[in-house]
């Protein structure tokens, strides 16, 4: 492999210097901002970008000579030609020198290429060792509920002595407040509130619905728990938005981008509608990839074209992705991987902007894990809004014991949710949802979901 270093103003004049100088294959290694001249602080910021170049010999091309590979001359295939494609896929997945997109995206996340992202760098990832302190602290706090819990029946009996009888009863309805809303042993009298926060439905949409299942009702509510589920179900369905068989073939070509964070899948999901177009209507799908951050994830999709007999782009600059679209313009599905972007850096969100633009007419699904927290969700989507999000893919709820963030995700965004994944086998886990499916997927409990 052939390693350089590049200096230059900004990520796109670096890129073309690294294109001209070391072909469109190139990937980059890491990139950093430095200060030009001797001082530390003299001369103005610029980017040093390490790239690399496999040569002679590239993953890729070891792959392609692996025996077996399946080629798909015609449109239409065979169902045993799906079952050889799900072994072929199989069998590289359990490879034990491919890497998995998601392990990938743990050990391989490089630095974000602009000065902005650098303050934001966190280090590696250690065991978790308990923090001794941390516990003391909350072994303490649960102390203090507990007691006022106590304080606050004795407060409701006796009064408060020696205070104004305003004062008294301002204090009384605060200490309430808390008893009603923050003490951990006090139970959620509402039934649909408990079955909603039960699920993971956050406290805000759970009162929102549970206020309008007892108005519709009359204050009367279905003694039969199964019955108010059922109830709450068909609440819920019309609040749920999907987009259906987006992948169905149309006169026109389907251009579909997955972006959004790090670690969420984008890359398996890209192989999984591959698979699953390939099996269902035809071979006539592109692969692009812009996510040259990391050359795991790169080699990955290269991987899964050569086993699906699909074409693979690598782009490193907006004209380069203008003429992969031009060259396959005769093709039905383009499908694009993009590198993931952390929700705190805008300019490096803005980077991946200069890629989408809107004459290329690019539908931008955004991708989430399920897996994530709810507030972390909150900001990756507000922040990847500046793109124009057409729809979300939520992955990884297989690893969820509950999926009221489902619904919470659809209350907070108005884009329809167009892909489910739920495991790690390419095609098998994936979903194309419909509203009753999302929602008995919601109200199901943990024991209850199969996935698979």
Not at 50 to 75: M, N
Not at 85 to 94: P, R, T
Not at 129 to 157: A, C, F, M, T, Y
Request: with cysteine; net charge negative.
């Amino acid at each position: 492999m052939q390693v350089r270093v590049f200096e230059a103003d900004n990520m796109t004049s670096g890129l073309s210097m690294i294109k001209k100088e070391m072909g469109p294959d190139a990937l980059i290694l890491s990139s950093r901002s430095i200060k030009s001249g001797k001082g530390r602080f003299s001369g103005k910021t610029r980017l040093e970008i390490t790239a690399a170049i496999d040569r002679p010999d590239k993953l890729g091309k070891k792959a392609v000579k692996t025996p077996g590979v399946l080629r798909f001359g015609g449109r239409k295939k065979s169902s045993g030609d799906d079952v050889q494609l799900k072994q072929k896929i199989a069998a590289y997945q359990q490879n034990s020198c491919c890497m998995n997109i998601e392990q990938e995206d743990a050990y391989c996340s490089q630095p974000e290429p602009l000065e902005a992202a650098e303050n934001l760098i966190e280090p590696a990832e250690k065991p978790v060792q308990p923090d001794h302190d941390l516990q003391e602290e909350l072994r303490e706090l649960k102390s203090l509920v507990k007691n006022l819990g106590r304080e606050i029946s004795q407060i409701g009996k006796a009064g408060l002595p020696n205070m104004p009888h305003s004062e008294s009863r301002q204090i009384r309805q605060i200490l309430q407040g808390v008893r009603e809303n923050f003490l951990p042993e006090k139970a959620v009298d509402d039934p649909v509130m408990e079955i909603l926060l039960d699920r993971g439905v956050n406290l805000e949409t759970s009162t929102t619905i549970a206020g309008f299942i007892r108005e519709s009702a009359g204050g009367s509510l279905p003694e039969d728990h199964d019955q108010l589920v059922s109830q709450i179900k068909e609440i819920i369905t019309p609040l749920l938005k999907t987009h259906g068989d987006f992948l169905a073939p149309e006169s026109r070509q389907h251009k579909i981008a997955l972006i959004g964070p790090t670690g969420v899948g984008k890359t398996t999901t890209i192989a999984k509608l591959a698979a699953k177009y390939l099996g269902e209507h035809s071979n006539s799908i592109a692969l692009i990839t812009i996510d040259t951050y990391r050359i795991a994830a790169v080699e990955q999709l290269r991987v899964y074209g050569e086993i699906m007999n699909l074409p693979v782009e690598v782009v490193i600059t907006p004209d380069d992705l203008a003429r992969a679209l031009a060259k396959h313009q005769d093709k039905e599905l383009i499908l694009i991987d993009t590198a993931g972007r952390s929700p705190r850096d805008e300019l490096s969100i803005d980077e991946l902007g200069s890629f989408l633009l809107p004459e290329f007419e690019i539908k931008k699904h955004l991708v989430l894990s399920a897996a994530t927290r709810e507030s972390e969700l909150a900001t990756a989507t507000h922040k990847f809004e500046r793109l124009g999000i057409d729809q979300m893919v939520i992955t990884k709820i297989d690893e969820c014991q509950n999926l009221g963030v489902l619904l919470n995700l659809q209350i907070q965004n108005p884009g329809p949710i167009s892909i489910i994944t739920n495991g790690q086998r390419v095609p098998e886990d994936i979903i194309i949802p419909d509203p009753q499916l999302v929602a008995g997927l919601i109200m199901s409990s943990n024991q209850e979901v199969v996935y698979g």
